[in-house]
């Protein structure tokens, strides 16, 4: 441990919205760095948001109170920037599948070029979170299914404020 600054990282993401595995792998991280500073990114250049940056933020925040060394912040800059803005020195991401290595991979070599002293440092999924992804539950929650054992309950509750029964015209599957 250092005398004088924590050591720490960020975990950067759109978090649109936030889910179980997003929240292992904060969870799993803060017990590793002494300081998480969770990066909202505010308007994602590569996807439209569901839900508003506050809403997201607000997500977070409820669902990791209780834990101490994690603070929700936004940012708007290149991810190194924001890094930099808080003396980060790594970058933590989690994995689910070669896919998510496909475009992580791509993301690691740009920013490694732009801050070669910002590492990023990667985190499996737990094997009970591999498979859900915020378009996923999106998707999953639009069409009026249950999304409460892959987000946290604020989540879930707002999904079922949005879409009550489902997408207006959303055909029933057979196995519902």
Not at 146 to 172: C, M, W, Y
Request: charged fraction near 25%; aromatic fraction near 10%.
């Amino acid at each position: 441990m250092s005398d004088s600054q924590p050591v720490t990282c960020i975990c950067p993401g759109s978090y649109d919205p936030v889910t179980l595995g997003h929240l292992d792998i904060i969870r799993r991280t803060a017990g590793i760095f002494e300081r998480v500073i969770v990066g909202v990114v505010r308007d994602p250049q590569h996807k439209a948001t569901m839900f508003s940056v506050e809403e997201r933020v607000g997500f977070i925040a409820e669902a990791l109170s209780d834990v101490p060394n994690v603070q929700v912040e936004v940012f708007s800059d290149l991810v190194v920037e924001f890094a930099r803005r808080f003396g980060a020195r790594t970058m933590v991401k989690g994995l689910r599948a070669i896919s998510d290595f496909e475009w992580e991979f791509q993301m690691h070599h740009l920013n490694r070029n732009l801050a070669p002293e910002v590492e990023t440092m990667y985190l499996m999924s737990s094997p009970q979170y591999s498979f859900i992804s915020s378009s996923g539950v999106k998707e999953v929650a639009s069409f009026g299914g249950n999304v409460d054992d892959l987000v946290p309950e604020p989540v879930a509750r707002r999904f079922r404020e949005l879409f009550p029964q489902g997408k207006p015209g959303a055909p029933v599957s057979p196995q519902e």
